[in-house]
Every structure is written in C-alpha cells, then in structure tokens.
C-alpha cells in the first residue's frame, strides 16, 4: 500500500470519528461513555478495505441509539455499542478480544469518572495477565474445552456436512480461547493473524498448526470428525499437562476431611447394598455414577487418590461394582487414620446428643 492511499485512509476514517464523536456529544452526552480505537487500525495491520472498529461504551439502553450500518466508499461500517459489562467480562480474561480492553486507544471521553472506570479494568485485565499459569486461567481454559467438547458432540450427533463444519469451526474457536487462556494472555491482532500468533505461544498442543490446519482442510463428515478430535485431545493433554505442572495439588488433612467419610456411608453404602441385594441394575448404575463423582470431587478437593470405579460395573455382576466401593471406603479409612481423625459413629442416641449438642 503507498503512502497516499494510506493518507487517504487516515483522512476519511478521521471524518468517520469525527462524525460519531459529533453525534455521541449532541444526542447522547450522558448515555454514551467513551469512545475508543481498535482493531487492525490500531494495530497498523490494515489493508485498502479495512473497516473502523471503534469500541463505543454506551450507559444505558438508550446510548444504542447511536448505533448504524452502512456501507461508504465500497466499505461496510458497523457502529456498534459495547455495554460496560462486556468490557467487565474481558476484564476477567473471560472471552476473546481482551485486546479491545487493555490496547484500546481512546478517541472521546464524556466525563473523568469514565476513563477511571476504563482504567480499572484494563489494570484488572493486565494484573491477571501478569500473574502468570496457575489454576485461574487453567480453570477457564477448562471453560473453553467443555464448550469444545459441546462442538465435538454436534459433529457426532449429525451427518449434514455444513452442520458438522459450521461445529468445528465453533469448535476453533473455542480451542483459540483455551489456549489462549493456558498462556494466560490475549490475542493481540484479528482473526486473519490467529495461527501465525498462536504458533508463537510457550504452550501449545503438540503439532497445534498441523491439526488446525487439518481440520480446515477436511473435506467429509468423517474427516472433519477425526481431526477436529485429534486437536481436542491435543488440548485436553496440554491442559492436563500444565495442571500437573503449575497446579498445588491439595493434601488430605485432619480438618479438610472432616465428614466426607460419613457422607459417603450416608449417600452411599447402603443404596450400593440394596441395589445389589435386589438385583436393580438401575439403581445400581445410578448409585455408581454418584460414587464416581463423589469419589472425584474428593480427588479434585482434598487431593485423595483417584478411583476408576465405573470400569468395575457390570450389569450382570452388581457384586463385583459393590466389593470395589467398600475397598475403596476402606481406603479413605485409612486417610482417616492417617490424620489422626477418628470416624462420627455412635452406639445410642445419648451418645450422640452429648456429642453433637457440645
């Protein structure tokens, strides 16, 4: 691009901002905020035909008023209000284009209490970004997987070759997200540059460009579903990788295992043991897909050893499921005894009530 195009594009897009500025002024002076710059404007990274983004926070409802699409000079424009609480979202790292919040350049501001407002959530934005990989932001690429996850399911739940398409692009994106959430960063530039500034990340699933590629390569139903898989538990490893790396794992202690003992006889035992006695597979299967996630939750909270009790079901034998949850109780037992924890378990009522009214 030569100098005088670009000088031709730094002029009109002048007479745009000038224009919306003149018109947040004179029809919404108190629901209109500020507004600010971004976008491949403010990047430098513009063609001839780039669009003007400009992030326009609004107050209230009636600030959308200033809302417009149009098309100038074989442009389109979308002049379009972003509320305060999507900039709180991307305060949180919540969300692409973090970007607009902390590189935003702000062209027009209403009042001084506004860009203090701006300013606190964009030095909410950066000090999250500074803090580097911990649990947070691999909790919200977690976030992002499961909606990947959602995608994947929808590629396998039809055979309509745009559906499956359009759900592994939703599933791109989503993958984007988390792992931008994994290097605890933003994307710093457009759509057009995300695998050029991905591929420059510190962490990234093995041959991440490769699989991204392939998945917009894929031709059939079968091989979108195959690579789009392949890049999902790309991910999902990675994630899991750095968990193990940079997440403290807790440690079972006298006061973090208070109770979970006895709510595991409570909610469990006994419905493993009637279920079984009575031969209900149904029961049987429910009540083992709640000591699954009890058994989890246990893992995740308190740093318990994990259990793989769902591979022990079997329909025909509910025994077998059974003996495998009283190991397992035996066990969690023995966290009990570890600590010097004794287990709430009482012979007569006035026992019990001296105890528990202490």
């Keep these: 691009m030569n100098d005088e195009t ?5 002029d009109k897009n002048k007479k745009l901002i000038d224009m919306v500025t003149e018109r947040a002024k004179r029809d919404f002076p108190e629901e209109i905020a500020l507004i600010g710059l971004t976008g491949s404007f403010s990047t430098n990274d513009y063609h001839a035909k780039s669009d003007l983004d400009l992030i326009i926070v ?8 200033i809302s417009a699409a149009f098309i100038f000079d074989d442009i389109g424009y979308d002049v379009y209000c972003t509320p305060w609480d999507n900039l709180e979202r991307k305060a949180e790292l919540d969300c692409l284009g973090v970007s607009s919040l902390t590189d935003m350049q702000v062209l027009y501001c209403a009042k001084p209490e506004y860009l203090e407002r701006l300013n606190t959530l964009r030095d909410k934005a950066l000090k999250k970004m500074s803090e580097g990989i911990g649990k947070e932001c691999i909790n919200r690429a977690g976030k992002h997987i499961d909606l990947a996850k ?3 399911a929808d590629m396998l739940l039809s055979s309509d070759l745009g559906i499956v398409r359009y759900a592994s692009s939703s599933l791109l994106l989503n993958i984007v997200n988390s792992i931008v959430s994994l290097n605890n960063t933003c994307i710093k530039r457009g759509v057009k540059r995300y695998v050029e500034e991905l591929s420059a990340y510190r962490h990234l699933p093995e041959n991440f460009k490769e699989l991204y590629t392939c998945i917009i ?3 059939t139903v079968d091989e979108i579903r195959e690579s789009s898989g392949l890049l999902l538990s790309a991910v999902i490893l990675l994630r899991d ?3 193990h790396a940079y997440v403290e794992k807790p440690i079972p202690t006298y006061d973090n ?4 003992y006895e709510e595991c006889w ?3 035992r006994n419905k493993f043991k009637v279920s079984t006695a009575a031969k209900d597979k149904f029961y049987a299967f429910l009540v083992a897909h709640s000591a699954q996630s009890y058994f989890d939750e246990m893992t ?3 740093g318990t050893k994990k259990y793989d009790l769902m591979q022990h079901f079997d329909s025909d034998n509910l025994q077998k499921v059974l003996d495998e949850f009283l190991l397992v109780m035996d066990e969690y037992l023995q966290e009990y005894e570890k600590v010097g924890r004794k287990v709430e378990c009482y012979d007569s009522f006035e026992a019990l009530y001296e105890s528990y009214m202490k």
């Design 257 to 260: 295992l208070k109770g979970w």
């Design 6 to 10: 670009r000088q031709k594009l730094a």
């Design 266 to 268: 409570c909610n469990l």
């Design 217 to 219: 390569d894929a031709k």
């Design 241 to 243: 990788k750095l968990h």
């Design 58 to 65: 609004n107050n209230t409802d009636k600030g959308w008023g």
């Design 300 to 302: 995740e909270r308190l």
């Design 150 to 152: 959602q995608n994947y």
